[in-house]
């Protein structure tokens, strides 16, 4: 998907070059880099249903081939003089390393707002959508301020992908490779937790809570947090704002030209909302 949309969103306003190549391979290192850290980080031994490099080799060669990956993405870009593209793709990298970190200051207090949860996922996530469009123009067209609205519009994509995946744990039938209520297990709260704590008195909340804070929970914890979720109205209304941000998207990209690369950008907007995967 990322590769994809570096050529999709270059097509919109040139021809792609050596440089949007470039712009592209730089993306999946550093991407595949923070996988890598973020599957040490997170303790995790699967990755889309695979087992994760950690699982296989343990966290010191995990930690050391993401530094390899991050400094073969670094040297393709100063070797070539992509210094643009590099400061796009860092400053993605920079954002998704303090998503992270915010995340894990909150979890440990479970006291999320609906605002600080956008915050956290526009960082962890969104922001590198948001390089694959801002690269993509770059490597294209030097005016900034088109470069930057693209950033937004891949920002906006990446959100909505962020809060389909939340819907994902939720549903025992999902396709990710992850295990439904994985995020719960980790006490991750989620837009659809956030709402649906929202929604009840302080004692209900309080007792939400303390199921969400145990460091272990049982199938049944698992499904009681489920059912409250669904209950009060958590599904419908992440669903809600998931649909508001692929909009936001969209109507950026649809102020431009019509194109056959228009409509495929507008088919991967769509794309992130309903996938099952």
């Known amino acids: 998907?990322?590769?994809?949309?570096?050529?999709?969103?270059?097509?919109?306003?040139g021809?792609?070059?050596?440089?949007?190549?470039?712009?592209?391979?730089?993306?999946?290192?550093?991407?595949?880099?923070?996988?890598?850290?973020?599957?040490?980080v997170d303790d995790s031994n699967q990755r889309?249903?695979?087992?994760?490099?950690?699982?296989?080799?343990k966290n010191k060669i995990a930690v050391l081939l993401g530094d390899f990956l991050l400094s073969k993405?670094?040297?393709?870009?100063?070797?070539?003089?992509?210094?643009?593209?590099?400061q796009i793709v860092s400053k993605a990298v920079k954002d998704m390393s303090e998503g992270e970190l915010l995340q894990i200051e909150k979890t440990r207090k479970l006291n999320i707002t609906e605002e600080v949860y956008y915050e956290i996922i526009?960082?962890?996530?969104?922001?590198?959508?948001?390089?694959?469009?801002?690269?993509?123009?770059?490597?294209?067209?030097?005016?900034?301020?088109?470069?930057?609205?693209?950033?937004q519009?891949?920002?906006?994509?990446g959100m909505a992908f962020q809060i389909k995946?939340?819907?994902?744990?939720?549903?025992?039938?999902?396709?990710?490779?992850?295990?439904?209520?994985?995020?719960?297990?980790?006490k991750k709260m989620t837009l659809p937790l956030i709402y649906a704590l929202e929604q009840v008195d302080i004692a209900q909340k309080r007792k939400i809570k303390k199921i969400v804070g145990k460091n272990k929970k049982t199938k049944e914890d698992i499904k009681q947090l489920v059912d409250?979720?669904?209950?009060?109205g958590g599904v419908e209304y992440a669903e809600k704002q998931m649909h508001q941000f692929s909009k936001q998207a969209l109507d950026i990209l649809q102020k431009l030209e019509s194109s056959a690369y228009r409509e495929s950008l507008e088919a991967l907007i769509n794309y992130t909302t309903t996938r099952n995967k």
């Open 122 to 151: 526009r960082k962890k996530t969104a922001v590198l959508l948001a390089a694959c469009a801002a690269v993509g123009t770059k490597s294209v067209k030097k005016e900034d301020p088109i470069v930057e609205e693209m950033w």
């Open 15 to 40: 021809e792609v070059n050596e440089s949007t190549y470039r712009g592209a391979a730089l993306i999946e290192l550093m991407h595949t880099a923070t996988l890598t850290h973020d599957d040490v």
């Open 228 to 232: 409250f979720i669904k209950n009060n």
């Open 165 to 186: 995946d939340d819907l994902f744990d939720l549903d025992v039938n999902n396709k990710t490779g992850k295990p439904a209520g994985n995020d719960l297990q980790e």
């Open 153 to 157: 519009m891949g920002e906006y994509i």
């Open 73 to 86: 993405g670094l040297l393709l870009a100063v070797d070539n003089k992509d210094y643009d593209l590099l």
């Open 48 to 57: 889309r249903g695979f087992f994760s490099i950690n699982a296989l080799w």
């Open 1 to 13: 998907m990322r590769p994809m949309m570096v050529f999709l969103v270059a097509n919109l306003w």
